[in-house]
């Protein structure tokens, strides 16, 4: 059950976008930029990043609603499970996991990043553009953890997260709400009404 009494049992983080549709539309309008705009990163590789990085940390709701999304867009089913596991075993490319080291330490340790970090990502051959997309969706992952940390959101089931990716493939971060697809940004009649789905 969330903190508040005044959210619903399945209440997740549409319930608090809901109810505060200045920043949250906004926050949606970037969040498809970021996600599914022009990057060096594909839509299935910055999900992937999302899904990861909160898995590290510890944020299981976005960990299993992204790692649907991720395999979504294609990437192989149970590669955020392998690199929780054993990241060197993992079926991932050798440039990525250079990438996903750099996202890992930054989630998890983020005032031990160093020089060192980011040569390591532009010498395995990502541009800068490509670095900063990833710290991006990291970040992106570091204030959704907060968020659903402090309202006490519990994550969905496996089958209930495959269900929603599908319809964030399809909708985008912004269409996925109707209210912030429709136009103006005022609050919505209950922020109650709003299912699980980061």
């Known amino acids: 059950m969330p903190f508040l ?38 839509q299935g590789e ?17 960990h299993i609603a992204h790692s649907e999304v991720a395999y979504a867009w294609g990437i192989p089913q149970g590669v955020v499970e392998q690199l929780l596991e054993d990241p060197e075993k993992a079926a991932v490319d050798a440039r990525l996991k250079v990438l ?15 020089q060192a970090d980011v040569e390591a990502v532009l010498e395995a051959g990502w541009t800068e553009h490509a670095l900063h997309d990833a710290v991006a969706v990291t970040a992106r992952g570091a204030f959704m953890h907060r968020l659903i940390a402090a309202y006490g959101f519990k994550a969905m089931s496996r089958e209930a997260a495959a269900k929603k990716a599908q319809k964030r493939k399809a909708l985008g971060y912004v269409n996925l709400y109707p209210g912030f697809a429709a136009g ?15």
Do not use: F, H
């Open 5 to 42: 009494a005044s959210l619903s049992a399945d209440a997740g983080p549409p319930s608090i976008y809901t109810q505060y549709p200045e920043i949250y539309k906004p926050w949606s309008t970037m969040s498809e930029a970021l996600m599914n705009g022009p990057s060096p990163l594909s």
């Open 46 to 62: 910055r999900e992937l990043i999302l899904a990861y990085a909160c898995a590290v940390a510890g944020c299981e709701l976005v």
């Open 100 to 114: 996903l080291a750099y996202v890992r330490k930054l989630m998890t340790d983020p005032n031990a990043m160093g």
């Open 184 to 198: 103006p940004t005022e609050p919505q009649a209950s922020p109650t009404s709003a299912k699980q789905s980061k």
